[in-house]
């Protein structure tokens, strides 16, 4: 099941909420963040820090990934 990650800053304070399809609905139905608007690509490219982007959101689809440790061979000892 696909994931949905809203980012939003309110007073200086950014936020991110990790929800389903369902809940993202149900929240934008019920203005759950009020009277906002969305960010998209063209705006995080000119502006990518959150305390500039007013009462608007940015919604995410996807998983977060986490890096693992890769372990290779450097040198080798005869």
Do not use: H
């Not at 936020?15 to 960010?39: H, P, S």
């Amino acid at each position: 099941m696909a994931m949905y990650y809203v980012i939003q800053n309110s007073d200086g304070d950014t936020r991110v909420d990790c929800i389903t399809e369902n809940v993202l609905k149900e929240r934008l139905a019920e203005q759950y963040w009020g009277n906002i608007g969305f960010v998209d690509m063209n705006q995080l490219n000119k502006n990518n820090d959150t305390n500039y982007w007013g009462e608007n959101i940015m919604i995410i689809k996807g998983d977060i990934v986490i890096p693992k440790e890769k372990s290779v061979v450097i040198e080798y000892d005869v």
